[in-house]
């Protein structure tokens, strides 16, 4: 399992939870999964085993970012941090949720590539960059298929404008350390320009090739709703720290459209969509400005937006203006 952290400057930490149920010496163990760490480019790893390691095993794993822990010391390595498991008890954690959503994919293979940025590439991606530029597309490919009144569909939708939010906390987090308190629209929107395509000079070498091949004019290379993806841009920056919570607060509301409402999960799916004011609302924008850009039907919008509104009467917490 791979857990992430997203950091106030706009960096993700990847962790590696490795808690198989096998027979492997706890050494072999932490070999396999440094090895999983090395090839992904992951930052650690938690390996959960069923007996505790020797001390000298521990300090050879330490050294490759490799955490051996037996059950119970795990237990009370998260106590000792203050995590609570029953508080993410939620529709993130429900396992049937999670297979029917593979299930569906299963059946309808040309959301296949789409979900499999989203879910499985997305979190593994290092340039945030070209990770908002592809699940655009991806998003783009699947849009005359997708179906607002489906339930699987707007959970896929929610998918990819998580795994896009996850990526846009990165891009926008780099972006107010390279523009500062600047106002300036066109200062703006010149550096993200650059820093969506690697810089200057592959700025214009991409749009040349794609000028060449496509015979666009002089203006037409950019995302797709780029004034609109500007604004965006705009919105987020004094909204960044709630960007950082809404691609969790995406993933779940998506997955509540997929298995209906449970009541178990609720309060923690109140505290987390609501529970920060500027989430909802970040969410929607997102919502709005990937409709644009992909013209996937409008209706989605609604449904969300019901979504929202439907968690907030029964959490009896008002939705923010504007929303």
């Known amino acids: 399992m791979l857990g992430l952290t997203l950091s106030w400057n706009g960096s993700i930490h990847r962790t590696l939870f490795d ?48 955490y051996l822990f037996d059950t119970d010391g795990f237990e009370q390595f998260m106590r000792f941090h203050g995590f609570d498991p029953t508080l993410t008890t939620s529709y993130l954690s429900d396992l049937v949720a999670l297979d029917s959503a593979q299930d569906f994919v299963r059946e309808n293979p040309v959301f296949a590539a789409s979900y499999e940025w989203a879910v499985q590439r997305s979190p593994l991606e290092r340039d945030s960059a070209r990770a908002i530029r592809s699940i655009l597309a991806k998003l783009i490919e699947i849009s005359g298929e997708l179906d607002p009144t489906k339930p699987a569909h707007r959970y896929l939708v929610a998918e990819l ?11 926008v987090s780099r972006l107010i350390r390279m523009v500062g308190a600047s106002s300036d629209r066109s200062y703006l929107e010149e550096v993200t320009k650059y820093y969506l395509w690697g810089g200057y000079s592959n700025f214009h070498a991409k749009k040349k090739m794609s000028q060449l091949v496509f015979n666009l004019d002089d203006d037409e290379f950019a995302l797709p709703a780029w004034s609109s993806f500007i604004k965006l841009v705009g919105v987020l920056i004094p909204s ?46 997102v919502l709005r400005y990937l409709h644009e850009a992909s013209r996937f039907p409008r209706e989605f919008l609604a449904a969300f937006d019901g979504e929202i509104e439907t968690l907030a009467r029964t959490s009896n917490t008002r939705v923010p203006l504007n929303h």
């Open 19 to 66: 808690c198989k149920t096998s027979k492997d010496s706890p050494i072999n163990r932490a070999v396999w999964s440094a090895g999983i760490v090395e090839h992904s480019s992951l930052d650690e790893a938690y390996v959960i085993l069923k007996r505790s390691a020797l001390p000298t095993h521990k300090v050879t794993a330490e050294k490759k970012d490799i």
């Open 161 to 171: 404008a998580a795994a896009f939010c996850l990526h846009l906390q990165v891009a």
């Open 240 to 285: 960044i720290n709630s960007l950082r919570r809404v691609p969790v607060a995406a993933r779940t509301l998506g997955l509540r459209c997929l298995t209906g409402k449970i009541e178990e999960y609720e309060n923690y799916t109140s505290r987390l969509v609501l529970g920060d004011r500027k989430v909802s609302y970040v969410y929607m924008q």
